[in-house]
């Protein structure tokens, strides 16, 4: 069934926006690390030159679980430690080390290493966490919340080189094949490059994370939305993108979830009240997620 997308909220919302103002601090500050480490203009990302200009190290010896964490030497309530959906990085500031799971995707511990220099290279976190290390206090959640979202900036504009990665993918076609080439070249995830490709992207378009199917070829296969991204002039020309919660087995996204790799463009239409728009709907599954990205498109007039 070719999907037909109306005017809506976001199913489900990104993650809060970083005040401008903030946004431009972090900026400056990964720029700073990118310069200090000679990593812009190398590919991919130097990730090992970035960690030692932070002055910190990575102890691969280990891999995070349960019983290593009991086991550090200060407890895991002296250790700052962060996550992205799971704990699969942990930067202990006393030993300046930085503890992986080494059993996630080397782009994933990629960038949950670029997060963990973010909450010891941003100065605001950095005093914070060491006044809490030393005393009896701790972070309100809103504030910890508000760091994992900074660190996460960080890490962004740290591994896609601060502005370099939009330049390149201005040069190229708006596709989602491009994200993907892209992703190769800066050493990233395909779906935090495909994330960044939207957000930044001055086009309109819209990146669609999907869940893994559910259920049985006999009892119907179901896939769900986990997340909508929206580049601003989508949000902006369609006031975002209206999605069930759920996929039935005839519909173009749950066969973009079954298959591997690129499933082919297919025609769609974008509506905003009475007004229609043709767009193109893409597909890769990565075999940990499946990716969509969707644009509208401007069709030639038929000749009579």
Partial sequence: MVPSFPEGAVVKRSDPEIPEDTRGEIQEFAQRLLRDAHAAGRFPTPVDDLVRTAKLAIDPSVSLDAGF???LKRGISEVVKRA??????ILDRRDRTIYLDQTAY??????????????DYLPWQHDLYAFIEESDYTIDPETLDQFEQEANFFASEVLFQAGRFEQEARSKPLALRTA???????GASCYATARRYVTTNVHPCALVVLEPP????????????????CSPSFLER????????????SHLFTS???????????LSTLRRGQHQEHCLVEGFNTTYNALVLLYPVALPTPRR
């Avoid at 080397?106 to 909450?119: A, Q």
């Avoid at 369609?238 to 087995?249: A, E, K, Q, W, Y």
Wanted: charged share 20%; aromatic share 8%; glycine share 12%.
């Fill in 69 to 71: 964490l009991s086991r």
């Fill in 84 to 89: 992205v959906d799971k704990i699969i990085g």
């Fill in 106 to 119: 080397k782009t994933r511990r990629t960038f949950v290493t670029l997060h963990e220099i973010g909450h």
């Fill in 180 to 186: 993907i080439d892209l992703s190769k070249r800066y």
């Fill in 214 to 229: 559910e259920g049985t070829l006999t009892t119907g296969l179901t896939v769900r939305p986990r997340r909508v991204i």
């Fill in 238 to 249: 369609f006031g975002g993108l209206s999605l069930p919660n759920t996929f039935g087995p």
């Fill in 256 to 266: 973009f979830a079954l298959r591997s790799g690129f499933s082919s463009p297919q």
